[in-house]
């Protein structure tokens, strides 16, 4: 069983649509993130939800939105895609914020 | 605000060889500490991790780290590297006033069968 999910997988879009990507946990976490990690496997927090609150949003355009519906769901949405969008982006769970994250598979989006 | 430096941005190593990974951070206070790794194409896996106790941690694979408090450092192991090993390895902090995991910026290594 998958313990963090992802969809898609792949995602190639025209600049300037509005895309979403899902993230599900099946390990009954309460705090799940969302990371963007750029053509430098740099990892980079964007936004951290506590029991469908958020608790940390980056300094991410307003383009981004989390949506958090119940405990084991956080979708991204992207509004206005851009050139520099094309990344892989992560979901991650864990059962609180100092603990162990545990990762999606990614969605590799690129921006055409 | 707090920082994680992992020193060496690629390795590459022969097969047998012994691995050091380097990572220092800038929080004085109480730590939780992680290693992560990423193999090609593949999302983070836990490696190890350090909350409290025996500052010499064991993970998976072989590898260990050692939690040297008056260094700020939390240096990753591994006494003969396999050509499986190639992949990206994060090191990453938990502590103070931040709220959330900061990520060092990554190790790559490459081992030569």
Redesign the interface.
Known sequence: DTAVSQTPKYLVTQMGNDKSIKCEQNLGHDTMYWYKQDSKKFLKIMFSYNNKELIINETVPNRFSPKSPDKAHLNLHINSLELGDSAVYFCASSPGTSNEQFFGPGTRLTVL | AQSVSQHNHHVILSEAASLELGCNYSYGGTV?L?W?V?YPG?????LL?YFSGDPLVKGIKGFEAEFIKSKFSFNLRKPSVQWSDTA?Y?CAV?GGSQ???I?G??T?LSVKP
Do not use: A, P, V
């Open positions: 939780n992680f992560y990423q593949q999302h983070l896996q836990l991790k990206e994060f938990y709220g959330n995991l990520f910026k990554g790559k």
